[in-house]
């Protein structure tokens, strides 16, 4: 089984779109898509039917008053009582726009989002199919039927955005959910983490860069699975599973937040040559 596992990185998601073109292209077409944060969004956008050029489309069409819009003057006078800086209802409106989740439910791609529970603490997992998911899985992350209120919950950065069901940002516990996809079967596996951080661009300024700095630190966990499920491969009593991770090679040079910036262009394509780059013709 083919798994595509997508991390969290907001704006510089459209990273993602560009390996993703690239792998379409080469043939290496996902049964399993597993996303957290904007990795969610890219996950049921491509479920839907979306082809992967329709997928950098979206992102070349995405501005920052499509994702988020600052809160009411008149509420900054109660501004120690805020749980969240940003409003996402314009999020909210474009994925309803542009994303049909009934259609999603009869797709044949299986898609596993994630989010965090405010008060437990403890990962929450969706799908679009559920009765084909193991259930080993299922006694694991016991999952609900994913819709619009889950992806919206898995993208929600705690402190930026609010909380959607009680749920944050699932990059918080699966910055990239690798796990989750060894546990679902998969064989072969197309991991694509966004951070890349820039050594030149100092220390953060202000709430909105602290809050993704301190997310930033979430790539760790992913390392070890990585290097968990490499000697696993080693020991016969263990499935082999192979892992080909597609990170970017070098800073984005816009924040996570801009989505309006003019260098998305540049990530997509960054995406697409690193995906050819990564990956050779005996993967596809």
């Given at each position: 089984?083919?798994?595509?596992?997508?991390?969290?990185g907001?704006?510089?998601?459209?990273?993602?779109?560009?390996?993703?073109?690239?792998?379409?292209?080469?043939?290496?077409?996902?049964?399993?898509?597993?996303?957290?944060?904007?990795?969610?969004?890219?996950?049921?956008a491509?479920?839907?039917?979306?082809?992967?050029?329709?997928?950098?489309?979206?992102?070349?069409?995405?501005q920052?008053?499509?994702?988020?819009?600052?809160?009411?003057?008149?509420?900054?006078?109660?501004?120690?009582?805020?749980?969240?800086?940003?409003?996402?209802?314009?999020?909210?409106?474009?994925?309803?726009?542009?994303?049909?989740?009934e259609?999603?439910?009869?797709?044949?791609?299986?898609?596993?989002?994630?989010?965090?529970?405010?008060?437990?603490?403890?990962?929450?997992?969706?799908?679009?199919?559920?009765?084909?998911?193991?259930?080993?899985y299922?006694?694991?992350?016991?999952p609900?039927?994913?819709?619009?209120?889950?992806?919206?919950?898995?993208?929600?950065?705690?402190?930026?955005?609010?909380?959607?069901?009680?749920?944050?940002?699932?990059?918080l516990?699966?910055?990239?959910?690798?796990?989750p996809?060894?546990?679902?079967?998969?064989?072969?596996?197309?991991?694509?983490?966004?951070?890349?951080?820039?050594?030149?661009?100092?220390?953060?300024?202000?709430?909105?860069q602290?809050?993704?700095?301190?997310?930033?630190?979430?790539?760790?966990?992913?390392?070890?699975?990585?290097?968990?499920?490499?000697?696993?491969?080693?020991?016969?009593?263990?499935?082999t599973?192979?892992?080909?991770?597609?990170?970017?090679?070098?800073?984005?040079?816009?924040?996570?937040?801009?989505?309006?910036?003019?260098?998305?262009?540049?990530?997509?394509?960054h995406?697409?040559?690193?995906?050819?780059?990564?990956?050779?013709?005996?993967?596809v």
């Amino acid at each position: 089984m083919r798994a595509l596992v997508l991390s969290g990185g907001a704006a510089h998601g459209a990273f993602q779109a560009g390996v993703i073109q690239a792998l379409y292209e080469m043939g290496w077409v996902p049964d399993l898509i597993c996303g957290s944060s904007v990795g969610a969004i890219n996950s049921v956008a491509l479920a839907t039917g979306k082809s992967p050029g329709h997928l950098c489309d979206l992102w070349r069409e995405v501005q920052n008053e499509n994702v988020y819009r600052f809160r009411p003057l008149r509420s900054w006078l109660k501004c120690w009582k805020w749980s969240h800086l940003l409003d996402t209802e314009p999020l909210r409106d474009f994925l309803s726009k542009h994303i049909d989740f009934e259609e999603l439910l009869e797709s044949k791609q299986v898609v596993t989002t994630y989010s965090a529970d405010v008060l437990s603490g403890r990962l929450r997992a969706y799908s679009n199919r559920l009765d084909s998911l193991p259930s080993k899985y299922h006694r694991r992350y016991r999952p609900d039927l994913l819709d619009l209120d889950a992806v919206l919950a898995s993208t929600a950065i705690p402190l930026v955005f609010p909380w959607v069901r009680g749920e944050w940002d699932g990059a918080l516990l699966q910055y990239a959910p690798l796990k989750p996809a060894v546990l679902l079967g998969a064989t072969e596996i197309v991991v694509v983490p966004i951070h890349n951080p820039d050594p030149d661009a100092g220390l953060p300024e202000g709430i909105l860069q602290t809050v993704m700095r301190v997310l930033d630190f979430s790539l760790t966990p992913l390392k070890t699975d990585i290097r968990r499920i490499l000697e696993r491969n080693e020991d016969p009593d263990y499935r082999t599973v192979d892992v080909n991770v597609i990170s970017p090679t070098r800073p984005f040079g816009y924040s996570k937040l801009d989505f309006s910036s003019p260098q998305k262009e540049s990530a997509i394509c960054h995406g697409r040559n690193r995906a050819y780059q990564v990956m050779s013709d005996d993967h596809v």
